[in-house]
């Protein structure tokens, strides 16, 4: 291939740093210091106060929906959008939430606000907004509107690391937000997820969350004794406060994760050029071509035509194959999830013709790898192949 989807964050020097932790002398590769030392180094980058390294993208989703459904708040619908990963929707549906489903704007690939404003009912419990492909899915109207209904936001950043809304970072705008440091994202633990937060009690959970329920992991003796004192008979090294997983990450992601943090912005910066450059290269006529720029932190070069013509869709795609240039069909999670078989028990039959936007980059939308190091050249290259 070409032009894979993914190459490699980690560079030579961030493995070199492995293999220095496995040489020490009795390195401990479990959840320690290093992870410790990553949180707080992310939420600084970040600008929030705490932040819990778990296993994965779909852990920081499932350990945020089960957060939410530990307090006692009988309102069960939460927003979400049809256009995302399978995790955000899965794990709504695990928690017993009932997912209730907004329409995306075509130029952000996030959800609208106004059609969010619309689904919301006296029992909406929070809006999971994801922030698609390094678009930024925020207005101030949401935001506010959500604070002054007292719904939680949740976001999720997993495809858009360093994303700005106002000038200032997506991902703290949220009650939590979720970051995935997988292979293909901004930068990688070889597999990763990050829940940030500047709400002190939802922290001290989300740690017990990540690790059994278990009180030892909360950060402060004080939730420690409150946990202690309400269970004498139990010892505290085993007391569970909750129903929870074990989605820990080790302190070789962490020490992955702290490698790359230093260069993050740096790389972020060059795949904006190379996604500006591409669209400006692109042809209007037929690509949808008018993405929201402004504060987006690109994931992947989007393809979304502005008719709907399958041939010319079908064509492009064979181009791409036969000059080595690797794509996927359907955007973020492959298109519409209401067409999926996971979610289609929990909807009306044929409910995915609803949402006409969503409808439409799942048959006319792909997207194409940009990686740092994409040279203008590989990106002339790549539009010669497309503009047909
Ligand atoms: C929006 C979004 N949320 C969640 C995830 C899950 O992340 P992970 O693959 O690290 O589990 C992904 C995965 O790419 C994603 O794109």
């Known amino acids: 291939m070409k032009y894979p989807l993914i190459k490699n964050n980690i560079l030579k020097s961030d493995n070199q740093k492995v293999i220095d932790l496995l040489s020490e002398e009795n390195p401990k ?35 945020s929906i089960s957060l939410l459904k530990l307090d006692d708040d009988p309102r069960d619908e939460i927003i979400v959008p049809p ?39 006296p029992n909406t419990r929070a809006v999971f907004l994801s922030h698609i492909q ?49 292979y293909a994202h901004h930068m990688s633990t ?8 500047d709400d002190f009690e939802a922290y001290e959970k989300l740690r017990m969350l990540r690790s059994h329920g278990m009180i030892r992991e909360a950060s402060s003796n004080d939730t420690k004794s409150y946990w202690k004192n309400n269970n004498p008979s139990l010892n505290p090294d085993f007391i569970f406060a909750m129903p929870a997983y074990n989605v820990r990450n080790t302190e070789i992601g962490a020490v992955l994760g702290l490698a790359q943090l230093p260069r993050l912005s740096k790389m972020i910066t060059k795949r904006n050029q190379n996604h500006e450059y591409f669209l400006k290269k692109l042809d209007p006529d037929n690509f949808f071509t ?12 989007n393809l979304v035509l502005k008719i709907k013509n399958k041939e010319l ?38 409910y995915f013709k609803e ?13 194409i790898g940009n990686y740092p190091d994409l040279e203008i050249q590989d990106i002339d290259y790549i539009v010669s192949k497309i503009n047909i």
């Open 355 to 367: 949402f006409p936007n969503t409808e439409h980059i799942h048959f006319f939308g792909m997207y």
């Open 290 to 301: 008018d993405f929201l720029l402004n504060g987006s932190s690109n994931y992947a070069f």
């Open 83 to 121: 256009l995302t990963w399978s995790s955000d929707i899965s794990s709504v549906i695990q928690n017993n939430f009932k997912p209730v489903f907004a329409d995306i704007d075509i130029n952000t690939l996030g959800m609208n606000t106004d059609k969010i404003l619309e689904k919301i009912t």
């Open 313 to 350: 869709f079908n064509k492009i795609c064979c181009n791409l194959d036969k000059f080595g240039i690797e794509f996927r069909v359907g955007s973020a999670g492959g298109g519409n999830q209401l067409r999926q078989p996971y979610v289609k028990k929990f909807v009306p039959k044929n």
């Open 29 to 63: 590769l479990t959840n320690g210091p290093k992870v410790l030392e990553f949180e707080k180094q992310w939420s600084n980058w970040l600008g929030v106060k705490y932040s819990v390294f778990v296993n994965s993208g779909a852990s920081s989703n499932l350990l």
């Open 190 to 197: 070889i597999e990763g997820g990050m829940i940030c937060t």
């Open 134 to 182: 390094g678009f930024n899915a925020l207005t101030d109207k949401l935001i506010e509107t959500l604070k002054a209904k007292n719904i939680k936001l949740i976001e999720d950043v997993c495809e858009s690391h360093g994303a700005t809304h106002n000038n200032k970072k997506v991902g703290t705008f949220g009650w939590l937000s979720n970051f995935s440091f997988y």
